[in-house]
């Protein structure tokens, strides 16, 4: 709902953004007609009926076309400390230089509305004398590329920059202190911002849908963060906050940031809104200062990547549901007077899924290897693995040493191409591997005796299953597939390494009927090839390995 919400809003400004922009046209094509008029009847006057005419023909520059215009005719209004651009009468080169000074006096403010709907203008720049820029200055300016900021602007208000959707940079914002609702809101090529220490407000909706918008500076005066901030900026791959000023991140500010990976909060910032990080899907690294008193509802709900937290000494109130479907949640480093209860949805949830709170010099108990992208958890002869970090397509191996894969170990993780399970490895948790979309060849290791429900679900690429013989039981839904899906592939062969006796004896659960099912004729869905070091005599489908590869006796 929020999307749609969005979106006819913005169809609504857009709409309005037409007419102003119609509106504008006319109010040109009145000024040049009155001019005309204007300078006619001043020619009348000097030089009487067929003299003036005379007079009023073009000037002659050798092809009998009058002289190009040399630049924007501006319109001025006296203001208490110097002159505000408040609107523009002709204007043809696509680029706006704002000038410094007017009849010897500062121009100091852009004024509300005044270039709104401009569609010529391409590049602005904005010289060190304007302090204010008022709001809709700019608004719908919709092929406005580049903006270079003076360095004394200190105030851009309400839709200043609003649907500039054209804009892909801003230079620089050296003394902004205050930017206004809406001021940068659907910018939708706007790829960076960058904010000084003088920086104090980020108001509600400041940057939101930015949907190129990939790195966000801010400084240590920062003190507020509205509401919808950043909401939507789907591009976003980090937040830093620096220690500094007591900082309120506001509800939803950056919520469906679908690329954010890291959050670092400095000391300096007390709370958290409502959903503030919300569906945050490659959210893994959260760090939140000492600061931090209060976390909202819903704060961190379905951020699913990340699997370390601490929360600091100042923390007092966590809100329903602030951890809720944050999966990966294994160890809490707990220095603040909340009691964290493991498998509780007390305090927000963030218990629910964790298997370890830590609240002294306790070491941590996870360890990330940097070569493979695993993230185990170690606990005596325990050595889990929690997560799976990749940042381009790779074939998993887990080591033998790996006792179990946790619950959304790798769930979603679009680089798997192919998964080798360890032969001392016991058991596949839920949903381990669901939505792994890219996965096409799964190997079991020997002692593999449970694969929990939904461990492979919705893994269409999957084609070929190396099953041990010492499998017992298998999930709700662990191998389904979707038919319509776009990576549907059946599964072509079953690689069993037992006998059909051992194969009968696996207790599959509902929902696995790609493996185990029968077609319109009673035959079997899928080919099982059962293990045969030698080639076998007898009828049926057999399989042995050849360099290292499953492969089926002819």
Request: some cysteine.
């Amino acid at each position: 709902m929020e999307l749609i919400y969005t979106y006819y809003n913005t169809v609504f400004d857009d709409c309005q953004g037409k007419f102003e922009n119609k509106r504008k046209e006319f109010r040109r094509n009145m000024k040049r007609k009155l001019l005309s008029v204007c300078i006619g009847l001043f020619a009348v006057a000097l030089c009487g009926g067929a003299v003036a005419c005379e007079s009023m023909k073009p000037a002659d520059n050798g092809n009998n076309n009058p002289p190009a215009p040399q630049g924007p005719s501006l319109e001025f209004e006296r203001v208490d400390d110097g002159y505000a651009v408040v609107g523009i009468g002709t204007y043809e080169e696509g680029i706006l230089v704002i000038p410094a000074e007017y009849d010897g006096e500062p121009v100091t403010t852009i004024g509300e509305k005044a270039f709104a709907a401009e569609t010529e203008i391409g590049v602005l720049t904005v010289p060190d004398s304007v302090t204010t820029i008022q709001a809709g200055a700019f608004e719908n300016c919709s092929n406005l590329t580049t903006v270079t900021i003076g360095k004394n602007v200190s105030y851009i208000a309400d839709s200043a920059f609003a649907y500039c959707h054209s804009m892909e940079s801003v230079s620089t914002f050296e003394s902004v202190t205050f930017v206004g609702k809406k001021a940068f809101f659907g910018c939708m090529r706007l790829r960076s911002v960058a904010f000084s220490d003088a920086l104090k407000t980020l108001s509600d909706s400041a940057f939101e849908v930015c949907d190129k918008l990939n790195t966000v500076t801010v400084g240590t005066g920062l003190e507020t963060i509205g509401n919808r901030a950043f909401y939507g900026c789907k591009a976003l791959k980090g937040l830093d906050i620096p220690d500094g000023a007591p900082t309120v991140i506001g509800n939803a500010a950056f919520q469906l940031c679908e690329a954010i990976e890291y959050v670092h909060l400095g000391n300096g910032v007390t709370q958290i809104g409502d959903s503030a990080f919300a569906s945050c899907s490659l959210l893994r690294d959260v760090v939140l200062g000492d600061g931090v008193m209060s976390i909202g509802e819903n704060a961190f709900s379905k951020c699913r990547k990340f699997y370390q937290l601490t929360l600091g000494e100042s923390l007092v109130s966590i809100g329903t549901n602030a951890f809720d479907r944050c999966w990966l949640i294994r160890e809490i480093y707990n220095r603040s007077s909340l009691t964290i209860t493991l498998g509780s949805n007390d305090n927000g949830g963030v218990g629910l899924y964790a298997w370890y709170v830590r609240t002294g010099d306790e070491p941590t108990r996870i360890v990330k290897d940097e070569n493979n992208g695993l993230v185990y958890y170690i606990e005596g002869e325990r050595k889990s693995v929690i997560a799976i970090e990749l940042s381009k397509s790779a074939d998993v191996v887990i080591p033998d040493d790996v006792t179990d894969i946790g619950d959304y170990a790798g769930y979603g993780v679009q680089f798997i191409t192919s998964l080798v399970i360890g032969d001392n490895c016991k058991t596949i948790g839920k949903s381990a591997f669901r939505n792994s979309y890219m996965i096409r060849y799964v190997k079991l290791g020997e002692k593999v005796e449970t694969i929990d429900e939904l461990a492979f679900r919705y893994n269409g690429y999957i084609v070929e299953l190396v099953i041990n013989k010492n499998l017992k039981t298998v999930g709700k839904e662990a191998f389904l597939k979707e038919e319509g899906d776009a990576y549907y592939r059946a599964y072509k062969t079953i690689f069993f390494e037992g006998t059909q006796a051992e194969w009968n004896a696996i207790r599959f659960a509902s929902g696995n009927d790609h493996l185990i099912g029968l077609d319109d004729n009673d035959e079997p869905l899928v080919n099982l090839a059962l293990y045969s070091e030698s080639k076998p005599d007898e009828e049926g489908s057999y399989w042995h390995y050849v360099d290292g590869k499953p492969t089926l006796w002819n």
